[in-house]
Nanobody, 122 residues
Framework: VQLQASGGGLVQAGGSLRLSCAASEFISNYHIGWFRQAPGKEREFVATVSRSSATYYADSVKGRFTISRHNTKNTVYLQMSSLKPEDTAFYYC??????????????????WGPGTQVTVSS
């Protein structure tokens, strides 16, 4: 499966953005996760949604971000609200068929898209 993330941009602190992850085939076959990487930092888990729409979040975004899937559109969304400067990063979506997808470890995600930049100004 090929993935393409979009929707990134520049936003002020406290603002909102919605990222989209479009898949080249049936996204319903995969658990889909969002990860991010800031300059000089390791890639970190943000959120994931299972094939059955169960959701898991990193503590740092819980209550501010919402992940959802629209299988008929082969798309997963990440709605980001109350954005903070520390949310600034390159955001990637990834697909997994592993039972360990909810661990948040990126090694369990086999397919990755090229990512989209999110910049939050203070």
């Amino acid at each position: 499966v090929q993935l393409q993330a979009s929707g990134g941009g520049l936003v002020q602190a406290g603002g909102s953005l919605r990222l989209s992850c479009a898949a080249s085939e049936f996204i319903s076959n995969y658990h889909i996760g969002w990860f991010r990487q800031a300059p000089g930092k390791e890639r970190e888990f943000v959120a994931t949604v299972s094939r059955s729409s169960a959701t898991y979040y990193a503590d740092s975004v819980k209550g501010r971000f919402t992940i959802s899937r629209h299988n008929t559109k082969n798309t997963v969304y990440l709605q980001m609200s109350s954005l903070k400067p520390e949310d600034t990063a390159f955001y990637y979506c990834a697909a997994s068929t592993s039972v360990a997808y909810s661990s948040g470890r990126d090694s369990f995600y086999k397919y990755w898209g090229p990512g989209t930049q999110v910049t939050v100004s203070s």
